[in-house]
T-cell receptor, first 117, second 114 residues
């Protein structure tokens, strides 16, 4: 069975601080996909990134960066120079792949990030 | 940019009533999903739908729930006799054919059962 653990529940930082959101996953599949979604106060789920299990390259997109490490089953998300608009709930999610896979998403409990001015 | 849409944005109903939540997935997507998020909790998988049939469902998706794709564009979730504990945000999502494709979510329908 697949499982996603986001041990941090709430993080509060001051604007311009860097912040890292942790995600640890469990799966028996060798092919799987990891995701981060952002849920702002308005409630929608906004896709941020997808990572395939066979691609351990880290990724940077503007102020966002992701560190995928299969050895520790972690997929951490760092926001550099945080801004008030980054305040949201961030979910890490996992889907198992392979031919014919339904690829349902299993979500972690989410991390509430508050960025204070 | 194509997006998933959901209607209504907010539905208030009395316990025991039937509700239908509607979704229009992205037009060339083939897999459709419903998820539920009780207030303040994590997002939970309810059901996946492919090729006009349910491909997987969770324990939450009991006999009170059903899904349908009545035409080429809509995807609906019906709750036959709502309970107080059905109050939640319901998200529809869709993705393309490949398992690695990203699931894109609609804005959600907030269901309140009184």
């Amino acid at each position: 069975a697949q499982k996603v653990t986001q041990a941090q529940t709430e993080i509060s930082v001051v604007e311009k601080e860097d912040v890292t959101l942790d995600c640890v996953y469990e799966t028996r599949d060798t092919t799987y996909y990891l995701f981060w979604y952002k849920q702002p106060p308005s409630g929608e789920l906004v896709f941020l990134i997808r990572r395939n299990s066979f691609d351990e390259q880290n990724e940077i997109s503007g102020r966002y960066s992701w560190n995928f490490q299969k050895s520790t089953s972690s997929f951490n998300f760092t926001i550099t120079a945080s801004q008030v608009v980054d305040s949201a709930v961030y979910f890490c999610a996992l889907s198992e792949g392979g031919a014919g896979a339904n690829s349902k998403l299993t979500f972690g409990k989410g991390i509430t990030l508050s960025v204070r001015p | 940019e194509p997006e998933v849409t959901q209607t209504p944005s907010h539905q208030v109903t009395q316990m025991g009533q039937e509700v239908i939540l509607r979704c229009v997935p992205i037009s060339n997507h083939l897999y459709f999903y419903w998820y539920r998020q009780i207030l303040g909790q994590k997002v939970e998988f309810l059901v996946s739908f492919y090729n006009n049939e349910i491909s997987e469902k969770s324990e939450i998706f009991d006999d009170q729930f059903s899904v349908e794709r009545p035409d080429g564009s809509n995807f609906t979730l019906k709750i036959r006799s709502t309970k107080l504990e059905d109050s939640a945000m319901y998200f529809c999502a869709s993705r393309g054919l490949i398992a690695s494709d990203t699931q894109y979510f609609g804005p959600g329908t907030r269901l309140t059962v009184l």
